[in-house]
T-cell receptor, first 112, second 113 residues
């Protein structure tokens, strides 16, 4: 079946602008994770959604970052007033009844 | 919180040789340890994982070992091939209702033909 998809694949934005990144998890997967991959920091957890439970936002680096998941499926990660240090690849992963997480191709964000 | 250390950061081997990558973790409550392979420009792909109730798991040329007492786990690749060249990441999770992963910094494996 279809894997995790993300859009856009690349996003270039000017410092100070807001951006929205989208994740479509594997159909039927109830758990959805966002991670950030940058050269200096490796892969970092950002936020976790599980069904209708309150999300785990403990990895969000600042209040400029937020995410929502509508209808238990698609998720959107929003970064407000982007800064150059936000430049990274943003990865989404989903998992179903098992614990294995399957990653999407990522969105490469460049803040100029 | 959890901290995962991974070594070495780079590893170069000859085709056919074995490769070993080691990770240590800090939180004794962690109980799930996956390994991901990431080729250049591609998404991380799960290649093998192990839970804390198992000491070793093998899948063809790939094996993972876990020492809970010492809080370290290792990836072993035998009979390496050029297509094994990639960045490998270890990770740890406490599981329960939230399997968020804490990753190591990665190991760039190069298999020379």
């Amino acid at each position: 079946g279809a894997g995790v998809s993300q859009s856009p694949s690349n996003k270039v934005t000017e410092k100070g602008k807001d951006v929205e990144l989208r994740c479509d998890p594997i159909s039927g997967h109830t758990a959805l994770y966002w991670y950030r991959q940058s050269l200096g920091q490796g892969l970092e957890f950002l936020i976790y959604f599980q069904g209708n439970s309150a999300p785990d936002k403990s990895g969000l680096p600042s209040d400029r970052f937020s995410a929502e998941r509508t209808g238990g499926s698609v998720s959107t990660l929003t970064i407000q007033r982007t800064q150059q240090e936000d430049s990274a690849v943003y990865l989404c992963a989903s998992s179903g009844t098992g614990v294995e997480q399957y990653f999407g191709p990522g969105t490469r964000l460049t803040v100029t | 919180g959890e901290n995962v250390e991974q070594h070495p950061s780079t590893l170069s081997v000859q085709e056919g040789d074995s490769a070993v990558i080691k990770c240590t973790y800090s939180d004794s409550a962690s109980n799930y340890f996956p390994w991901y392979k990431q080729e250049l420009g591609k998404r991380p792909q799960l290649i093998i994982d192990i839970r804390s109730n198992v000491g070793e798991k093998k899948d063809q040329r790939i094996a993972v070992t876990l020492n809970k007492t010492a809080k370290h786990f290792s990836l072993h690749i035998t009979e390496t091939q050029p297509e094994d060249s990639a960045v490998y990441f270890c990770a740890a999770s406490k599981g329960g209702s939230n399997y968020k992963l804490t990753f190591g910094k990665g190991t760039l494996l190069t298999v020379n033909p």
